[in-house]
């Protein structure tokens, strides 16, 4: 069996990306900071975690268990189906890549991000 999943990010809400940074980068190791700012969040990736800063009721409708960092977009939305779960948005074009959102047949729901080439 061919893996699909590259890594898994995990998404962690915070008042301040700025007062947040120093642990996230201790436990991942690196001072290596990727930085996006969407008009509704600020995003820092640091290492495998997510640090997303906006206001609460916001953030709220982006909350996902995790976002799958995947090598075939296609097939990682295929084994959510065919397992049962389903496709809630997308596909769409996202920062340097594409996503989908889906769910598992429990209703966690999952970003599924593959990087642009």
Do not use: K, W
């Amino acid at each position: 069996m061919t893996p699909i999943l590259s890594s898994v990010q995990t998404r962690i809400d915070v008042s301040s990306i700025e007062d947040a940074l120093p642990i996230y980068q201790a436990l991942a190791g690196t001072d290596d900071v990727r930085r996006l700012q969407f008009p509704q969040f600020d995003l820092a990736i640091v290492g495998p975690f997510m640090l997303l800063q906006g206001e609460a009721e916001t953030l709220r409708e982006y909350h996902r268990e995790a976002t799958l960092v995947v090598a075939d977009l296609s097939a990682a939305v295929d084994a959510f189906v065919r397992a049962g779960g389903s496709v809630l948005d997308g596909p769409v074009d996202s920062a340097g890549g594409s996503r989908v959102i889906v769910a598992d047949p429990d209703g966690n729901v999952f970003e599924c991000y593959q990087p642009g080439r």
